[in-house]
């Protein structure tokens, strides 16, 4: 008989049935150019992506260096433009030094694992972002992940450890509720126990502190020497790009040991450019962080959230996922763009509406968004 030959990749069909049958199959969707729908789903906080000022510092940037660095920052990626942004962003959030990687995905990489390795401790908040996550399995570290925000747990993980090194990972601001991190405590325990905490001010940056310089500067801990932040600057900046700050040593040994930075094409000239504009709006702007939070606070009351959000985010909690999906529907039909969770991004029973606040916003786009939020939750609850 005829040998039948079966694909090695036939699994794949299975595993989309069950998904799709659960309402988890995920597609990719265009979206036209802004300004055809309202957008509340992306995460450019400050609404600095469209900014002329910073759409002319990347063109700027590009006709200077061109489309891309050629090479790793250590080979030919590395521009004055590059150290010029990290000196500024570092003395606006209180940083001793930066240091520009490719994205905030490489930078947590980058980061966690040259930070940590054989021999060393991670202590990780369980909501802590999919980079955080992935770090720790790279490091090679032994691994504890505390129940999400809980302070004691970390504490009693430091206190039984016996490797020499620990390092603790938390987001400042969690991306799927908006939620804070005790940043305060969190710090108060690393410095009893000698470890390190590590932040990811991915959603920080440009809402909380004073102008935007982030949570950890809002609580007191900007610069201090046993601390280091990560974020990004495809948020509040409205370009790409991540950066680690910290003090200059761990510049120093990242440049060394961060294979994300070492074997990584630099960021392209033009995001830097953009970013550096962006950081130099929110400079001159500093009322745009104070925005983005009252915007958040007016959405969250169109949506019936009991609670005041504290950052951008406002989460909208629908339960299962089939309903969140065609509530995002209904909203994009009406000319609402709104983000939609659902497992594993968000545990099961609680997929959701994400919704994100622009410092940019509008008198007529938030009547928009109360007209649609209010017709579109008024029908899925009912």
């Not at 920052?73 to 940083?95: I, M, P, S, Y």
């Not at 009406?334 to 919704?355: D, E, I, Q």
């Given at each position: 008989?005829?040998?039948?030959e079966?694909?090695?990749?036939?699994?794949?069909?299975?595993?989309?049935?069950q998904?799709?049958?659960?309402?988890?199959?995920?597609?990719?969707?265009?979206?036209?150019?802004?300004?055809?729908?309202?957008d509340?789903?992306?995460?450019d906080?400050?609404?600095?992506?469209?900014?002329?000022d910073?759409?002319?510092?990347?063109?700027?940037?590009?006709?200077t260096?061109?489309?891309?660095?050629?090479?790793?920052?250590l080979?030919?990626?590395?521009?004055?433009?590059h150290?010029?942004?990290?000196?500024?962003?570092?003395?606006?959030?209180?940083?001793?030094?930066?240091?520009?990687?490719?994205?905030?995905?490489?930078?947590?990489?980058?980061?966690?694992?040259?930070?940590?390795?054989?021999?060393?401790?991670?202590?990780?908040?369980?909501?802590?972002?999919a980079?955080?996550?992935?770090?720790?399995?790279?490091?090679?570290?032994?691994v504890?992940?505390?129940p999400?925000?809980?302070?004691?747990?970390?504490?009693?993980?430091?206190?039984?450890?016996?490797?020499?090194?620990?390092?603790?990972?938390t987001?400042?601001?969690?991306?799927?509720?908006?939620?804070?991190?005790?940043?305060?405590?969190?710090?108060?325990?690393?410095?009893?126990h000698?470890?390190?905490?590590?932040?990811?001010?991915a959603?920080?940056l440009?809402?909380?502190?004073?102008?935007?310089?982030?949570?950890?500067?809002?609580?007191?801990?900007?610069?201090?020497p046993?601390?280091?932040?990560?974020?990004?600057?495809?948020?509040?900046l409205?370009?790409?790009g991540?950066?680690?700050l910290?003090?200059?040593?761990?510049?120093?040994?990242l440049?060394?040991?961060?294979?994300p930075?070492?074997?990584?094409?630099?960021?392209?000239?033009?995001?830097?450019?953009?970013?550096?504009?962006?950081?130099?709006v929110?400079?001159?702007?500093?009322?745009?962080?104070?925005a983005v939070l009252?915007?958040?606070?007016?959405?969250?009351?169109?949506c019936?959230?009991?609670?005041?959000?504290?950052?951008?985010?406002?989460?909208?909690?629908?339960?299962?996922?089939?309903?969140?999906?065609?509530?995002?529907?209904?909203c994009l039909?009406?000319?609402?763009?709104?983000?939609?969770f659902?497992?594993?991004?968000?545990?099961?029973?609680?997929?959701r509406?994400?919704?994100?606040?622009?410092?940019?916003?509008?008198?007529d786009?938030?009547?928009?968004?109360?007209r649609v939020?209010?017709?579109?939750?008024?029908t899925?609850?009912?």
């Amino acid at each position: 008989m005829p040998r039948v030959e079966l694909s090695p990749l036939a699994w794949l069909d299975d595993v989309e049935q069950q998904r799709r049958a659960a309402g988890l199959r995920r597609s990719l969707r265009t979206r036209p150019p802004v300004g055809a729908e309202l957008d509340l789903a992306s995460n450019d906080y400050l609404g600095l992506s469209q900014h002329p000022d910073v759409i002319d510092g990347g063109v700027e940037a590009l006709r200077t260096w061109g489309a891309g660095s050629g090479g790793s920052r250590l080979v030919t990626g590395n521009t004055e433009l590059h150290e010029g942004f990290e000196r500024e962003l570092a003395d606006f959030v209180g940083a001793e030094s930066a240091l520009v990687f490719s994205s905030g995905y490489t930078a947590n990489l980058g980061a966690v694992v040259a930070l940590s390795g054989p021999g060393s401790l991670i202590v990780s908040d369980a909501l802590t972002h999919a980079s955080l996550v992935d770090a720790c399995r790279l490091s090679r570290a032994r691994v504890t992940v505390a129940p999400h925000r809980d302070v004691a747990a970390v504490e009693a993980a430091l206190a039984e450890r016996s490797e020499d090194r620990a390092v603790v990972l938390t987001d400042s601001v969690f991306s799927t509720d908006g939620a804070l991190a005790p940043l305060r405590a969190l710090h108060d325990v690393c410095r009893r126990h000698g470890a390190l905490l590590l932040v990811d001010e991915a959603h920080g940056l440009g809402v909380r502190g004073d102008g935007g310089r982030g949570l950890l500067h809002e609580v007191g801990l900007a610069g201090a020497p046993d601390v280091v932040m990560t974020t990004t600057m495809s948020k509040a900046l409205g370009s790409q790009g991540g950066v680690v700050l910290g003090p200059q040593a761990v510049r120093a040994h990242l440049i060394d040991a961060a294979r994300p930075f070492i074997f990584d094409t630099g960021l392209a000239p033009a995001a830097v450019g953009a970013a550096l504009a962006a950081l130099r709006v929110l400079v001159a702007e500093p009322d745009r962080a104070r925005a983005v939070l009252d915007h958040a606070a007016a959405l969250a009351e169109v949506c019936g959230v009991a609670e005041t959000p504290q950052s951008a985010v406002v989460s909208v909690i629908l339960g299962e996922p089939d309903v969140a999906f065609a509530a995002a529907v209904a909203c994009l039909d009406r000319g609402v763009r709104v983000g939609c969770f659902r497992p594993p991004t968000v545990p099961a029973g609680t997929s959701r509406l994400r919704l994100t606040a622009r410092a940019s916003l509008d008198a007529d786009e938030l009547d928009l968004a109360r007209r649609v939020l209010t017709e579109v939750l008024s029908t899925v609850r009912a």
